[in-house]
């Protein structure tokens, strides 16, 4: 209740009059709430729409900012296909091969690893086996081979599990043959 409303309402057992006065006062104080609740409601849902837009505009320039150091990649690569077939194939595999450090480069400017996961324990989250193979020489559960490297972010997210051969010392040893063909 405002102090305009107290003073309106007056101590109990007043007239008629000063109730009147009292539930004018009050209605009033009632609006004046409504009022301010409706504008901070307006000025809440403009702060929600702004923040959403201003959202958008940074991952829109984030983008753009990718994009434009990517474009080096993809020129050196448009290049490479424009070089003359009477060049050596070490030239080209040289070139691609420089083209693919650089987009490496790239990669970890923006947080994106990969790792040699050769040796290393399967882990589910992080490898996606392929196949299984026996080797006595490692343990069991390590990865042998690695098909297609995974991505992941420096915090641990992965972006795609590495493609890889597991050990299984389970499996049966591969007959072995001896110098007479059998």
Request: charged letters at 30%; hydrophobic letters at 30%.
């Amino acid at each position: 209740m405002s102090e305009k409303s107290e003073e309106a309402c007056g101590p109990p057992g007043d007239s008629t009059r000063a109730l009147m006065a009292c539930v004018k006062s009050l209605k009033e104080d009632l609006a004046s709430a409504q009022d301010k609740f409706l504008r901070l409601a307006a000025d809440f849902d403009n702060f929600k729409k702004r923040s959403a837009q201003e959202g958008d505009r940074r991952a829109t320039a984030q983008k753009s900012g990718f994009m434009r150091e990517l474009l080096p990649v993809i020129d050196n690569l448009e290049r490479a296909l424009t070089v003359d077939p009477s060049a050596s194939p070490d030239q080209l595999r040289t070139g691609v091969h420089m083209t693919l450090q650089q987009l490496h480069q790239l990669l970890r400017h923006h947080g994106v690893e990969t790792e040699d996961t050769v040796g290393q324990t399967f882990d589910p989250y992080r490898h996606e086996a392929l196949r299984v193979r026996r080797d006595a020489s490692m343990p069991d559960d390590a990865v042998l081979e690695v098909y297609q490297p995974g991505y992941y972010y420096r915090g641990g997210e992965v972006l795609r599990p590495a493609t890889v051969v597991v050990n299984d010392l389970s499996q049966p040893e591969p007959a072995r043959r001896d110098g007479n063909g059998g």
